[in-house]
């Protein structure tokens, strides 16, 4: 279980996230929608290690962990808006830097595995500074899945994908999911919000202004509707 437990960020003068808590547990999928600027990256951040927060405590099945803890980094995955690639390098050469730092075991086999999985077997081997939005996606998210993270924390990873891409990431989610991963998404896309989670909260002005199970045959429009209302409420 990841839990956030009364998390405060400030940053200057501003408070960024207000008393937050969230306990994920294994299996859970959850997204975290909100205006921009309502403090969802610097949540997910916060959860990665990437961040110090101001006060409160994040626990990683029941240890305290700390910014840049290796084990926080291992069974975490976060998928940001930097790739956290190399330009110079193929996509073989990026997964092999990130496997031997993460010292995954059967490398090679995994690497060829989500290479396929992912689309990008056929230009494993050339370097990435020409591949195309889409393509440095699918690579960032072969990255992030390669440790086989426990948590997997995702800020927008639909962006500047195609259709097809779009479904083999949320088929990439569903598979880890029912693994027992934990996934946290952040999306303004609501369709695959619905299309991939099982429960949502609603992030607003750094902190959580509602929250529900996702009722997956009612569709687009009420789910709107309820985070208009959510976000409009004083
Ligand atoms: N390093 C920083 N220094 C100063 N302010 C920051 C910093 N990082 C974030 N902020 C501010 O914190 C607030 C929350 O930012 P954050 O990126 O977490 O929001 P968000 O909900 O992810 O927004 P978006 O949907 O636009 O990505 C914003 O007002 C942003 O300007």
Not at 165 to 190: C, M, T, W, Y
Not at 194 to 219: M, S
């Amino acid at each position: 279980m990841l839990e956030l437990k009364n998390i405060t960020k400030v940053i200057g003068e501003k408070i960024i996230l207000r008393n937050f808590s969230l306990a994920l547990e294994q299996g859970k999928s959850v997204a975290v929608v909100g205006p921009n600027g309502a403090g969802k990256s610097t949540f997910f951040k916060l959860a990665a290690g990437l961040m110090q927060q101001t006060s409160g405590e994040i626990l990683l099945n029941g240890e305290q962990i700390k910014k840049k803890s290796l084990l926080l980094k291992k069974k975490v995955g976060y998928l940001g808006h930097e790739s956290f690639l190399y330009n110079a390098l193929t996509p073989i050469e990026n997964l092999t830097f990130y496997g031997k730092l993460y010292k995954v075991k059967n490398m090679e086999e995994k690497i060829t595995e989500l290479l396929r999985a992912v689309g990008l077997h056929y230009f494993k081997d050339i370097p990435i500074r020409s591949f195309s939005r889409g393509m440095m996606q699918r690579l960032a998210i072969a990255r992030v899945l390669l440790a086989e993270p426990e948590f997997l924390l995702l800020d927008e990873p639909h962006t500047g994908l195609d259709q097809e891409a779009v479904s083999l990431l949320n088929q990439l989610i569903k598979e880890r999911q029912n693994k027992g991963v934990a996934i946290l998404l952040i999306s303004h896309d609501f369709e695959q919000v619905i299309n991939v989670c099982d429960q949502v909260l609603i992030l607003n002005k750094g902190k959580v202004v509602d929250e529900k199970d996702i009722d997956h045959q009612a569709g687009l429009m009420p789910f709107k509707k309820w985070y208009e209302a959510a976000v409009s409420r004083k």
